[in-house]
C-alpha cells in the first residue's frame, strides 16, 4: 500500500476510535443540569467555585463533586428538563461542573448573594474544551463518509482490490517484460526445436533492423500462430524472439481478456495494443488464443456474444497497424482446427510455426541445458537417457531433472546417478509406489500377467524392446512392463500395430495358458488394443473388407484426444456392423497367436516369474539373461519387386 493511502487510512482509523470511545464512553467532566434552587441551595452553602452566565443559562463548577442524581432517588423539580429527570434504579455519579437556567422572573439579589459567598463570575465559558476534540466530534461522520467515497474512487480508477476497479476494469492485465532490464532469455537457453527457432530468425532480423526489409516495400509479418502440444516449449520461443531483438514483450493469457461485464475484453484489447504502439517496437504474446478466438457464429441468445466481440477487436487491431510500426503479434495454441478463419488468414496471423515434440538429439539438447546446474555422476548417459524419454516434451524432462535431483537428495548423494534418472522416470511415466500387501498367490499371478507381456515383446518381431519389468504397485496398476522403442516412430507399419497387441494382450494370455482363468487385471489393456484396432480399421485402412474409407474422424494430434463427428456418422448401421467384426477380428487374432507363443516357450516364462517373485524388479539385461532368450527382432519390409 503506497505511504500516503496508508496515512489517510490512519487519520480514518483515528477518527473512527475517537467518536466510538465518546459514543461508548462519555466524558466523565460533562456538566449536569441542576433545577436553580439547588444551585442557590450549594451556593448557600459555599460549594459554588465559579460560574458563567450568558442569557437565561448559568454553568458553573462544584467546590466538592455533588453526586447527582441525588441517591434517595427524588424526583426533580419542576424546572429541571424531563429528558435529564433521573431514574430511581440510576446510580449516582459525583458531578464537578453544572449548568441551569434563570427562572423566568428576574433574581434581582442574584449578583450580590453570589458575591457574598465568594462565588467566581467569570467572563469566559468554565469548559473551553479541545478544538480538535470538537472539530472531530461534529465534523467525523462527514469526514468518514466524505473519505469512504475518495476511497472507493481512487480503487475504482486505479483497479486495485480483489476484483479490480470498476473504472479500471478495461485496463489490459498484460505483463511487461523489458529485455535490457529482467532476466533476458535468448536462443541459447532454447533447445530442441530447432525447426521452430529457425522459421522465427526473420522475425528477430526484421526487429532489429526493419529498413532491411521495408526499402524493398516489404513488410514484416503481423502475427505468428505457434502450434504444438503442450510443454514443447511455445512460450519460452516467444520470449527467446523478443530476447533476441531486444524489444518489450507484452504476454499475457487470452483468457484473461473476457469478464463478466460485457465489453470488457475488447476494452482490454485496445488498451494492449496502445501499450504496445507507444511502446514499439514491441512484441505482444497472447497465450491460449483458442480461448477467444474459436470460430464465431449464431449464439443461443442471438447476438454477439462477449468472447466475440473480444475476437472482433483483436482482428481491427492487427488491420489497423502497418508492419513498418515495428508491433508484432505471437499466439500459441495446441487447438489449430478450431480458430476462425478470419484469425488465419493473411494479413492477421500471416505464419504458422509447428512446435513438434523433440526428436531424440532434440531431448538430449533439452536435457544438457536442465542439467547445467544438476551435479552429475560419471554414470549419466544423457544420450541414453534421451532415447529411454520418447513422447516426452520439453517441460516433462525439465520435470524429469527436477525429480531425479529431489530424488538423489532424499537418498543423501552429493551426486545426481543414472539410477536417480530411472527412477524418477518410472514415477513420472507409471505413476509413484503404492505399499500394497498382497497374498503370494496374487503376487504370483501378477507375476506371470507381467511376464507374459515381457516374452511377447521378445517373440514378436517389431515390438518395442523392454525396458523394465516390475510386479511393484504402481499409480493404478499392480504391475507395469515398460517397453520403449530403439528409435523415434513416426510412421507405423501395420505388423507393429499387430506386435503391440499381441503384447498388450500377453498378460491375459499367460493367465489363461498358466491358471485357465481370467481376472480384471487386463481392463487397461483391453482398452488399450481395442484402441488401437479401431484405429487400424477406421482411420487406417488396415482392413482388407472395408478397404481404404475413412470411417472416424481426425484426432487433434496436439492434444492426443480422439474426434467426434460433427452430425450423424457418416456411414450406415451395416457398415458399423461390420466395422465391430473386423476390429473384433484382429483382437481374436492376436490374442490366439499370443497363447500359441506362452504355450511353446512356457519356460521362459516361468523362469522369468520365479525372478521377478525373488527380485521383484528386472531391467533388460537380467530379462535377456533369465529367459535365455534373444532381443525382440525389428520387421523386415522387402520392397515387392515392380512387374511389366
Same mark, same amino acid.
Given at each position: 500500500?503506497?505511504?500516503?493511502?496508508?496515512?489517510?487510512?490512519?487519520?480514518?482509523?483515528?477518527?473512527?476510535?475517537?467518536?466510538?470511545?465518546?459514543?461508548?464512553?462519555?466524558?466523565?467532566?460533562?456538566? &449536569?443540569?441542576?433545577?436553580? =434552587?439547588?444551585?442557590?441551595? $450549594? *451556593?448557600?452553602?459555599?460549594?459554588?467555585?465559579?460560574?458563567?452566565?450568558?442569557?437565561? #443559562?448559568?454553568?458553573?463548577?462544584?467546590?466538592?463533586? &455533588?453526586?447527582?442524581?441525588?441517591?434517595?432517588?427524588?424526583?426533580?423539580?419542576?424546572?429541571?428538563?424531563?429528558?435529564?429527570?433521573?431514574?430511581?434504579?440510576?446510580?449516582? $455519579?459525583? !458531578?464537578?461542573?453544572?449548568?441551569?437556567?434563570?427562572?423566568?422572573?428576574?433574581?434581582?439579589?442574584?449578583?450580590?448573594?453570589?458575591?457574598?459567598?465568594?462565588?467566581?463570575?467569570?467572563?469566559?465559558?468554565?469548559?473551553?474544551?479541545?478544538?480538535?476534540?470538537?472539530?472531530?466530534?461534529?465534523?467525523?461522520?462527514?469526514?468518514?463518509?466524505?473519505?469512504?467515497?475518495?476511497?472507493?474512487?481512487?480503487?475504482?480508477?486505479?483497479?486495485?482490490?480483489?476484483?479490480?476497479?470498476?473504472?479500471?476494469?478495461?485496463? %489490459?492485465?498484460?505483463?511487461?517484460?523489458?529485455?535490457?532490464?529482467?532476466?533476458?532469455?535468448?536462443? @541459447?537457453?532454447?533447445?530442441?526445436?530447432?525447426? @521452430?527457432?529457425?522459421?522465427?530468425?526473420?522475425?528477430?532480423?526484421?526487429?532489429?533492423?526493419?529498413?532491411?526489409? =521495408?526499402?524493398?516495400?516489404?513488410?514484416?509479418?503481423?502475427?505468428?500462430?505457434?502450434?504444438?502440444?503442450?510443454?514443447?516449449?511455445?512460450?519460452?520461443?516467444?520470449?527467446?524472439?523478443?530476447?533476441?531483438?531486444?524489444?518489450?514483450?507484452?504476454?499475457?493469457?487470452?483468457?484473461?481478456?473476457?469478464?463478466?461485464?460485457?465489453?470488457?475484453?475488447?476494452?482490454?484489447?485496445?488498451?494492449?495494443?496502445?501499450?504496445?504502439?507507444?511502446? @514499439?517496437? !514491441?512484441?505482444?504474446?497472447?497465450?491460449?488464443?483458442?480461448?477467444?478466438?474459436?470460430?464465431?457464429?449464431?449464439?443461443?441468445?442471438?447476438?454477439?456474444?462477449?468472447?466475440? $466481440?473480444?475476437?472482433?477487436?483483436?482482428?481491427?487491431?492487427?488491420?489497423?497497424?502497418?508492419?513498418?510500426?515495428?508491433?508484432? *503479434?505471437?499466439?500459441?495454441?495446441?487447438?489449430?482446427?478450431?480458430?476462425?478463419?478470419?484469425?488465419?488468414?493473411?494479413?492477421?496471423?500471416?505464419?504458422?510455426?509447428?512446435?513438434?515434440?523433440?526428436?531424440?538429439?532434440?531431448?538430449?539438447?533439452?536435457?544438457?541445458?536442465?542439467?547445467?546446474?544438476?551435479?552429475?555422476?560419471?554414470?549419466?548417459?544423457?544420450?541414453?537417457?534421451?532415447? %529411454?524419454?520418447?513422447?516426452?516434451?520439453?517441460?516433462?524432462?525439465?520435470?524429469?531433472?527436477?525429480?531425479? !535431483?529431489?530424488?538423489?537428495?532424499?537418498?543423501?548423494?552429493?551426486?545426481?546417478?543414472?539410477?536417480?534418472?530411472?527412477?524418477?522416470?518410472?514415477?513420472?511415466?507409471?505413476?509413484?509406489?503404492?505399499?500394497?500387501?498382497?497374498?503370494?498367490?496374487?503376487?504370483?499371478?501378477?507375476?506371470?500377467?507381467?511376464?507374459?507381456?515381457?516374452?511377447?515383446?521378445?517373440? *514378436?518381431?517389431?515390438?518395442?524392446?523392454?525396458?523394465?519389468?516390475?510386479?511393484?504397485?504402481?499409480?493404478? @496398476?499392480?504391475?507395469?512392463?515398460? $517397453?520403449?522403442?530403439?528409435?523415434?516412430?513416426?510412421?507405423?507399419?501395420?505388423?507393429?500395430?499387430?506386435?503391440?497387441?499381441?503384447?498388450?494382450?500377453?498378460?491375459?494370455?499367460?493367465?489363461?495358458?498358466?491358471?485357465?482363468?481370467?481376472?480384471?487385471?487386463?481392463? #487397461?489393456?483391453?482398452?488399450?488394443?481395442?484402441?488401437?484396432?479401431?484405429?487400424?480399421?477406421?482411420?487406417?485402412?488396415? %482392413?482388407?473388407?472395408?478397404?481404404?474409407?475413412?470411417?472416424?474422424?481426425?484426432?487433434?494430434?496436439?492434444?492426443?484426444?480422439?474426434?467426434?463427428?460433427?452430425?450423424?456418422?457418416?456411414?450406415?448401421?451395416?457398415?458399423?456392423?461390420?466395422?465391430?467384426?473386423?476390429?473384433?477380428?484382429?483382437?481374436?487374432?492376436?490374442?490366439?497367436?499370443?497363447?500359441?507363443?506362452?504355450?511353446?516357450?512356457?519356460?521362459?516364462?516361468?523362469?522369468?516369474?520365479?525372478?521377478?517373485?525373488?527380485?521383484?524388479?528386472?531391467?533388460?539385461?537380467?530379462?535377456?539373461?533369465?529367459?535365455?532368450?534373444?532381443?525382440?527382432?525389428?520387421?523386415?519390409?522387402?520392397?515387392?519387386?515392380?512387374?511389366?
Amino acid at each position: 500500500m503506497p505511504p500516503r493511502r496508508t496515512w489517510w487510512t490512519f487519520i480514518a482509523l483515528l477518527i473512527a476510535n475517537y467518536l466510538v470511545m465518546r459514543a461508548l464512553f462519555p466524558d466523565a467532566d460533562a456538566p &449536569v443540569t441542576v433545577p436553580y =434552587t439547588v444551585f442557590k441551595e $450549594q *451556593v448557600a452553602k459555599g460549594n459554588v467555585k465559579a460560574i458563567y452566565s450568558q442569557g437565561v #443559562s448559568i454553568e458553573g463548577k462544584f467546590t466538592t463533586p &455533588v453526586p447527582w442524581p441525588p441517591a434517595n432517588g427524588q424526583a426533580a423539580r419542576d424546572d429541571t428538563p424531563l429528558w435529564r429527570a433521573p431514574a430511581a434504579s440510576q446510580p449516582s $455519579q459525583p !458531578a464537578a461542573t453544572f449548568n441551569t437556567t434563570l427562572p423566568a422572573f428576574v433574581d434581582e439579589g442574584l449578583e450580590r448573594f453570589l458575591i457574598d459567598h465568594q462565588v467566581e463570575i467569570s467572563a469566559v465559558p468554565i469548559r473551553t474544551g479541545s478544538g480538535w476534540g470538537t472539530l472531530l466530534l461534529g465534523f467525523g461522520p462527514a469526514l468518514l463518509i466524505i473519505g469512504f467515497y475518495v476511497w472507493l474512487y481512487r480503487r475504482a480508477t486505479q483497479g486495485g482490490g480483489l476484483g479490480g476497479g470498476m473504472m479500471g476494469i478495461g485496463k %489490459s492485465k498484460a505483463r511487461r517484460y523489458d529485455q535490457e532490464v529482467e532476466n533476458r532469455v535468448t536462443f @541459447a537457453e532454447v533447445a530442441g526445436i530447432d525447426e @521452430a527457432e529457425n522459421e522465427l530468425v526473420e522475425v528477430v532480423d526484421f526487429l532489429k533492423d526493419p529498413g532491411k526489409y =521495408t526499402r524493398l516495400g516489404g513488410t514484416a509479418p503481423k502475427g505468428v500462430l505457434l502450434i504444438g502440444a503442450p510443454g514443447t516449449g511455445k512460450t519460452l520461443l516467444a520470449r527467446a524472439v523478443a530476447g533476441e531483438a531486444g524489444v518489450p514483450f507484452f504476454s499475457l493469457s487470452a483468457a484473461e481478456f473476457v469478464e463478466m461485464i460485457v465489453g470488457v475484453g475488447a476494452a482490454r484489447v485496445r488498451d494492449l495494443f496502445k501499450q504496445a504502439r507507444e511502446s @514499439a517496437p !514491441a512484441i505482444i504474446f497472447i497465450d491460449e488464443i483458442d480461448s477467444i478466438g474459436r470460430a464465431r457464429g449464431p449464439t443461443a441468445i442471438g447476438g454477439v456474444g462477449e468472447q466475440e $466481440q473480444t475476437l472482433n477487436q483483436i482482428l481491427t487491431e492487427m488491420d489497423g497497424f502497418s508492419g513498418r510500426e515495428g508491433i508484432i *503479434v505471437l499466439a500459441a495454441t495446441n487447438q489449430p482446427d478450431v480458430l476462425d478463419r478470419a484469425l488465419l488468414r493473411p494479413g492477421r496471423f500471416d505464419r504458422r510455426v509447428v512446435v513438434n515434440l523433440p526428436d531424440k538429439n532434440g531431448r538430449q539438447a533439452i536435457l544438457r541445458v536442465h542439467t547445467r546446474k544438476v551435479p552429475l555422476a560419471a554414470d549419466v548417459d544423457l544420450s541414453a537417457l534421451a532415447l %529411454s524419454t520418447p513422447g516426452l516434451s520439453g517441460a516433462d524432462l525439465k520435470n524429469l531433472v527436477n525429480e531425479a !535431483a529431489l530424488l538423489a537428495a532424499r537418498r543423501e548423494r552429493n551426486q545426481v546417478h543414472h539410477k536417480d534418472f530411472v527412477d524418477a522416470l518410472e514415477k513420472i511415466v507409471l505413476g509413484p509406489e503404492r505399499p500394497l500387501l498382497l497374498s503370494p498367490e496374487d503376487r504370483e499371478r501378477i507375476a506371470y500377467h507381467e511376464s507374459g507381456h515381457a516374452v511377447l515383446a521378445l517373440l *514378436v518381431p517389431g515390438a518395442d524392446p523392454v525396458h523394465r519389468v516390475t510386479i511393484v504397485p504402481r499409480g493404478q @496398476a499392480l504391475g507395469v512392463t515398460y $517397453q520403449r522403442p530403439q528409435t523415434d516412430r513416426y510412421n507405423y507399419p501395420e505388423g507393429y500395430l499387430r506386435a503391440r497387441i499381441i503384447g498388450m494382450l500377453g498378460g491375459r494370455a499367460a493367465e489363461e495358458v498358466v491358471y485357465g482363468t481370467k481376472t480384471t487385471g487386463a481392463e #487397461s489393456d483391453i482398452e488399450q488394443a481395442t484402441q488401437l484396432a479401431r484405429n487400424m480399421v477406421t482411420r487406417w485402412g488396415m %482392413s482388407d473388407k472395408l478397404g481404404m474409407v475413412q470411417l472416424a474422424p481426425r484426432d487433434n494430434p496436439y492434444l492426443g484426444a480422439a474426434g467426434a463427428w460433427a452430425g450423424s456418422k457418416p456411414f450406415s448401421d451395416q457398415t458399423a456392423r461390420e466395422i465391430d467384426a473386423e476390429v473384433h477380428g484382429i483382437i481374436q487374432q492376436c490374442h490366439d497367436e499370443a497363447k500359441a507363443l506362452l504355450v511353446q516357450h512356457r519356460a521362459a516364462l516361468d523362469q522369468l516369474v520365479e525372478a521377478l517373485l525373488a527380485r521383484e524388479t528386472l531391467d533388460e539385461h537380467e530379462i535377456l539373461q533369465v529367459t535365455g532368450l534373444p532381443p525382440s527382432q525389428p520387421l523386415r519390409n522387402t520392397p515387392i519387386a515392380a512387374t511389366d
